[in-house]
């Protein structure tokens, strides 16, 4: 190809588009006054100004970034391990601790972990990560019990340690499965880390909720916008990833 | 030399496999045989560790496997199991030199490798560049037996490794097999229930029941010299005349010389042939002699009908 650098702009552009809408519309939102203005005519605060949009959406990147990481850090290795000849024991409890995790709403984590934790960031991450890890956890498990058994056992006949085993087979044939869990819990936690904002974490949660107390369906508004913007790119990220591996494959 | 001594092993308190013990010399092609759960495929896998048994010493070159690294000793050791088991995201290649790029062999030596491996088990070099899906059940076996063979380990280890496949395909990786254990004199260890495979390939055969051995020795004597009456329903039953035709060679009863005045115009067979395939020659021809050639071509003597007879 003697174009490359077209090549490389359409290998990284369904990376990049997303987030540069995403950026552009945070750095873009204030000057939506006017518009915001003529919707609601009656309102004397039509924008929300206690922060940047560009801020709000830096802090809540910080928030789902972290609790995502630590998050999968801890799914994919709790996976790992009951999905291990030693560990199988506690594969069906694993899968029982996750989904408590899960059903356990994350406003009554905050509420619990405020007393401990105190306000702000730390109570946020903590229910963040448990709300996230059942999807992670749930996918890699799938992904790494969906290696066919006559594949682990060559493997191993063949003469593979069982880190080159995991390493080289298992976890490449469950990656589709773990960017599959990956893209769930992120996107469900991009929408989650809102709540953080009822208890002073800053996030693009703050103008949601304080348009809900002040009633002031601007602020709202513009803060889910953004909101679903975030998720929009993340999700359109894993679906590049995806069809990168698939053109690979 | 494979010398299994006194070994038992039982899996949660069933006994599986119950004081066995059997040599396997170097270059034989043992065959482990009996109906399913007797205990055969559990001997194959202590033979490489992945299994260690309860009781008992196994040795391989002469060293007890209990004192090796497992994962060393596999990779010394070739290894095919009915399910194949081919890395669905490697290719064909990558596949084949699994083995090598575990012993960390050099990159030239593994592509020598792979040639010679693909000339030996007659794979198409255009199959190297797909994924495993992209293979016939046929294709994906014999894959299989060349990765086994792709590190050229003096030791392979077979666990019903054509059961899955179609009568065709079956037939033809069986020829592919006999002719590779007598181009290379490996040792060979196959597992199977299906007692044609058994006779068609072994120089020994090894008759397990119930996790015990039941008799060991060489497909005649099993068939001929049975210890047992549960060794000769196994090898008996229907067509135990043609079984027996299965395992002399056409070359132990040709006439080495033609009669006079004739000329070769009776269908031809190979020298090793069994006299079972002779007389299915025979038959198929309408005809009550045949030529015989050697591995070059040439004709080297006749077998008539009645020899078949005298030798049966």
């Known amino acids: 190809m003697d174009r490359a650098p077209f090549g490389l702009i359409r290998r990284i552009g369904p990376f990049l588009w997303p987030w540069l809408a995403l950026l552009a519309l945070a750095a873009l939102m204030p000057m939506t006054a006017p518009l915001f203005q003529a919707w609601f005519p009656d309102n004397p605060h039509p924008l929300y100004r206690r922060a940047s949009f560009l801020e709000l959406t830096l802090a809540h ?106 390493w080289r087979v298992r976890l490449p044939l469950a990656a589709p ?60 990220s894993f679906a590049a990833i995806a069809a990168l591996r698939d053109r690979r494959a | 030399m494979i010398e299994i001594e006194a070994v038992s092993k039982s899996f949660g308190g069933t006994a599986a496999v119950s004081d066995l013990t059997l040599t396997i010399a170097d270059g034989a092609f043992c065959v482990l045989i009996g109906p399913s759960g007797c205990g055969k495929s559990t001997v194959l896998r202590m033979i490489n560790a992945m299994i260690a048994p309860d009781a008992g010493t196994i040795r391989v070159r002469g060293q007890d496997i209990a004192a090796q690294n497992p994962e060393h000793l596999r990779r010394q050791i070739g290894y095919a ?89 079956r037939l033809a990786l069986r020829g592919e097999l006999s002719r590779i254990h007598a181009e290379t004199g490996k040792t060979i260890i196959f597992v199977t229930h299906d007692l044609d495979e058994a006779l068609g390939l072994a120089t020994q055969i090894a008759l397990m029941r119930q996790g015990r051995l039941v008799q060991a020795g060489a497909p005649r004597d099993m068939v001929l010299a049975p210890a047992d009456d549960f060794v000769r329903s196994f090898f008996g039953g229907p067509q135990i005349a043609l079984r027996r035709l299965d395992l002399v060679a056409v070359a132990q009863v040709m006439k080495q010389v033609m009669k006079p005045g004739e000329r070769a115009d009776a269908p031809e067979l190979a020298a090793q042939a069994s006299l079972r395939t002779a007389l299915d020659t025979m038959l198929a021809h309408r005809c009550t002699w045949l030529c015989v050639k050697d591995a070059t071509g040439r004709v080297v003597g006749t077998i008539e009908i009645a020899d078949i007879l005298q030798a049966s």
């Open chain 1, 61 to 166: 990147a910080i928030l789902v970034g972290v609790s995502s990481l630590v998050a999968a850090i801890i799914g994919i290795g709790a996976a790992l391990v009951v999905t291990s000849d030693k560990g199988r024991a506690f594969l069906p409890m694993a899968g029982a601790l996750a989904a408590i995790g899960q059903t356990f709403p994350p406003l009554a984590v905050l509420a619990l972990a405020v007393p401990a934790l105190g306000y702000g960031l730390a109570p946020t991450l903590v229910a963040l990560v448990l709300y996230t890890i059942l999807p992670i956890l749930e996918m890699t498990i799938a992904g790494l019990e969906n290696v066919p058994q006559g594949v682990r056992e060559a493997a191993r006949g063949l003469g593979f340690s069982p880190l080159g085993l995991l």
């Open chain 1, 177 to 236: 499965f773990i960017l599959a869990g990956l893209r769930t819990a992120l996107i469900i936690n991009i929408g989650t880390a809102t709540i953080g904002s009822s208890v002073g974490a800053l996030s693009l949660g703050s103008p949601i909720i304080e348009g809900l107390s002040a009633s002031n369906t601007a602020y709202v508004i513009q803060g889910a916008v953004i909101v679903a913007a975030f998720a929009i790119a993340t999700d359109r």
């Open chain 2, 81 to 169: 199991i009915q399910s194949v088991g081919l890395f669905p995201h490697w290719t064909v290649a990558a596949n084949i030199v699994a083995v090598p790029r575990l012993l960390r062999w050099a990159e030239p030596r593994i592509k020598a490798r792979l040639d010679a491996v693909m000339a030996l088990v007659g794979i198409d070099p255009a199959l190297l560049p797909r994924y495993p899906h992209q293979l016939s059940g046929g294709q994906q076996q014999r894959i299989g037996v060349a990765r086994a063979l792709a590190a050229d380990p003096d030791i392979v280890l077979m666990d019903e490794p054509f059961a899955a496949l179609d009568p065709p395909s």
